[in-house]
Each structure stands twice: as structure tokens, then as C-alpha cells.
């Protein structure tokens, strides 16, 4: 990875989440916490000290109330009539890991160090990951 002037000395380690059957804002609160390293003693705010988070079983998270139907996902182009809406229903049948990354993108900080954090997560709609040449522990969030 590219070195920037976010990185200290800490050392990173690979966690791997099981999304199933859990509410997906407090998932993405906790794994929000994790990349930003705020679950580590040496934790500081101006500087990479979080670790690498991979997401499994993404396609099976749990949402509250009737948010499933409700819920809208807006994107905007730039242009007039460039507004599109996407629904969450849509969302999950079309991209089920573009849910939880977005609901953990929006609780990182909004400013480079928040880009550079976001780097750290991988998100998979089912099981299996591609990074087990890591040896990521698994943690119960």
C-alpha cells in the first residue's frame, strides 16, 4: 500500500466480521470503530492506527423497522434531471455489499484520512473471501 503521512507505527491486523443476522447500523458502528483503530490503547486521531476489516455474508444483514421498503438511496450526476433514486430493496437484489460500505463509509470521518480508512474494508456477499493468505482472525461484533 501506498505510504502516506497518515501512517504511524502501529501494527495492522486482518478481522474477519460475520454479518449474518445482525442489525446492520450497529454492525457498521462497530466495524466503523475498528478501522478507525478507537478499540486500540494507542489509538490517535490524526493518524492510521485501525485495523484491515473483512465482511462476509453481507447479503444476509438484518435491517429495523420497514426500512427495506422505504429506505432511498439517492445519486446525483451533476446535470439537471441527473437525479437518480434507488430503493433498498433494489439495492440489496442488485449489490448486497454496496449496503453495508456505504453504511460504514458514512460513519467514517469525512476528510482524506477517512479515504485512506475506507481502503481498509472489504465487503463479500457470502462466506468466502479472497484473503486468506492474511490469516485474518474472526471477531464477534
Not at 447500523?25 to 478501522?35: D, K, M, N
Not at 478507525?36 to 435491517?63: E, F, M, S, W
Amino acid at each position: 500500500m501506498k505510504k502516506t503521512k497518515f501512517f504511524s507505527s502501529c501494527q495492522e491486523k486482518w478481522v474477519v466480521v460475520d454479518a449474518k443476522d445482525k442489525v446492520l447500523g450497529r454492525l457498521a458502528t462497530r466495524i466503523a470503530r475498528v478501522l478507525q483503530g478507537k478499540h486500540k490503547p494507542i489509538y490517535t486521531p490524526n493518524a492510521i492506527c485501525g485495523d484491515r476489516v473483512i465482511v462476509i455474508n453481507a447479503r444476509h444483514v438484518k435491517l429495523t423497522a420497514n426500512k427495506y421498503n422505504t429506505k432511498i438511496y439517492d445519486r446525483y450526476s451533476g446535470y439537471p434531471g441527473g437525479l437518480k433514486n434507488m430503493s433498498l430493496r433494489d439495492l440489496m437484489k442488485k449489490n448486497p455489499t454496496k449496503v453495508v460500505y456505504t453504511a460504514i463509509k458514512g460513519m467514517l470521518p469525512r476528510n482524506n484520512l477517512g479515504r485512506v480508512m475506507i481502503k481498509s474494508l472489504k465487503v463479500y456477499a457470502e462466506g468466502d473471501h479472497d484473503q486468506q493468505a492474511q490469516k485474518p482472525q474472526v471477531i464477534n461484533l
